[in-house]
């Protein structure tokens, strides 16, 4: 497993379009960290990983999702686009996991995290958890994205993009349904 490890830490390197070094550290350190999840699964869960056995491992999303989009805040030149989405469920509930499909074009800043993640409905809760399956480190340019994430509490999904220095929200799209979607509806084209 161990030459597996390296060829597709090779891999992530050699494909990245990203040229920083620092960039292609961490990616290796995500990609790493993934892989021991993976190479490990007898190890106790840790925060943030879905495990294998876990009764919402994304081998169980086999539903699509119906959703629709809803308001979204992009900054000039930004794009977010939200393709498919599927789940452990066949409807958004607490508890479901999620998996989004979308496409970026990154045109504000040089680097950027991507996130899915749940605003909350209630005014008085007060966070979620860190995910790496949630996140996605992206360049200046366009591409696709996979993003899964547990649903903890009731609320508001959303693919968002961070500024990686200052870690503020730079643009947002809102996606759901019923009560779990902000803003006005929209159909995806």
Known sequence: MHGFTVTLVFLVVL?????SQAHLEQRVFQVEKRIEALENPTSPPRRGIVHRDHPSAPER????VEFVLGEDRLAEGDLLE??????DRSTFEVGGTYQVHGRYRLASREKARLSLSVMSSDPDFGGSIANPLATMDVCRGEGHFVLTRQFSYPGYPQVRVYGIDSGRPVSALAFGNGEWLLGTTRRPD
Do not use: A, F, K, N
């Open 82 to 87: 939200v393709l498919s989405v599927r789940g």
């Open 61 to 64: 999303i086999v539903h699509d």
């Open 15 to 19: 494909l990245s379009s990203c040229t």
